[in-house]
């Protein structure tokens, strides 16, 4: 039999209490960890309103004042009837036949007819005669085209007259007659109210005071104009035939004749002498 002896082996003091401090340790129960709790979220909290101690106002839209203007007064001055014509009678009125053409009064119209081209005929009233007035007629042109022109003449007699002028193309103008040649006053202008052609109507008025001379038509105003060469004298009326025209013809109808007094407001420029200052000698 065999027998073995164990030698007791003292241990240092420090080793007895580790080793019963680990025995306990696993002995122990084992400690859970602590469960988080869920974070709980926040919301930010709404800024606080400022106070406007000023707050805005709607500016109200400034209105648009219209400051009215004066209407234009294109017959001022108009006074009593002087004539008037329905063309009864052509006892008043120069009536006339050739191989050129023709006037003559019926039917409560004065009729011109030109035959040939560049043909002018005009007949003149004999009474009464004119300085300041204003005169409406009715035209009608029956055969009238392009360069064909038609109108009413005003301080006329034989040898000159102003001359109002409607042509077949649509424009108006005036013109200052010495027999037969014409010198423009108002050249050629477009007018909505001028017949561009046959068959037309129209009524032209003339308004004359002074040197002043305003032009209607429909009783719309065309244009004014000033010449001082004229002064007195009788209406009439007139038709010229183009010279690419072999004929034309128009009527005239409602002549109305009034009086105008009015003045111009514009002043006369009046030419007076500058004194020349005098020295005066010291004592």
Known sequence: MFFMRFKHL??????????IF????????????????????????????TIQWFPPTSTATPRVVQVPTATPVYLPGLGA?????????????????SDEGSVSVSRNRITIAAKEPEIYIFSLRNEPLLTDFYAEIDAHPALCRGGDSYGLLFRANNNSSYRYALACNGTVRLERMSVTRARPIQEA???????????????????????????????????????VNLGIGTIGVFAQSAPENSAMTVTFSDLVVQSVGYVS????PTITKTPVPTSTRSP
């Open 10 to 19: 003292h241990a240092p003091n420090w080793i007895l209490p580790v080793i």
């Open 22 to 49: 680990a025995s306990l340790a696993a002995c122990a129960p084992t400690q859970a960890q602590p469960t988080l709790a869920p974070a709980i979220s926040t919301s930010t909290a709404a800024p606080t309103a």
């Open 81 to 97: 009837t002087l004539a008037t014509d329905d063309f009864e009678s052509d006892a008043i009125w120069n009536t006339s036949i």
């Open 189 to 227: 202008l477009p007018s909505g109210d001028a017949p561009p052609g046959s068959p037309g109507d129209v009524r032209l008025g003339v308004w004359v005071a002074g040197s002043e001379m305003r032009f209607f038509l429909n009783g719309r105003h065309q244009f004014t104009a000033t010449d």
């Open 265 to 268: 407001p514009t002043p006369t």
